[in-house]
Nanobody, 125 residues
């Protein structure tokens, strides 16, 4: 049983795009800081994108900066991760999670809760 349900993953060629969705139940995403994480075999879990408020500035890992965009659709209670110019190193399972509203750079990973089951992204030719 998950409060978040991630979807939109799949197999894509390098240079392609995917839009991941995180649909929430039981909480209003607008009230929380939301982040996307990814985990690949042999790698530590990595926070890739974070947003502290609707329409506000987002925070991205250097590895995805200028390629990924996080956004909110409050009417649908859904958060998206638009991923462009995908690279093989972007491969992994992507998760969304919520934390108490605050500045992303000051929220440690362990403060995030309501994790989903994730959606797999494979970038390969």
């Amino acid at each position: 049983q998950s409060q978040f349900v991630e979807s939109g993953g799949g197999l894509v060629q390098p240079g392609g795009s995917l839009r991941l969705s995180c649909a929430a139940s039981g909480l209003r995403l607008h009230d929380y800081t939301i982040a996307w994480f990814r985990q690949a075999p042999g790698n530590e879990r990595e926070r890739v994108s974070c947003t502290s408020r609707s329409g506000g500035r987002s925070n991205h890992a250097d590895s995805v900066k200028n390629r990924f965009t996080i956004s909110r659709d409050n009417a649908r209670n859904t958060v998206y991760l638009q991923m462009n110019s995908l690279k093989p190193e972007d491969t992994g399972r992507y998760y969304c999670a919520a934390a108490r509203m605050g500045l992303c750079q000051f929220i440690p990973d362990h403060n995030f809760f309501a994790w989903g089951m994730g959606t797999q992204v494979n970038v390969s030719s």
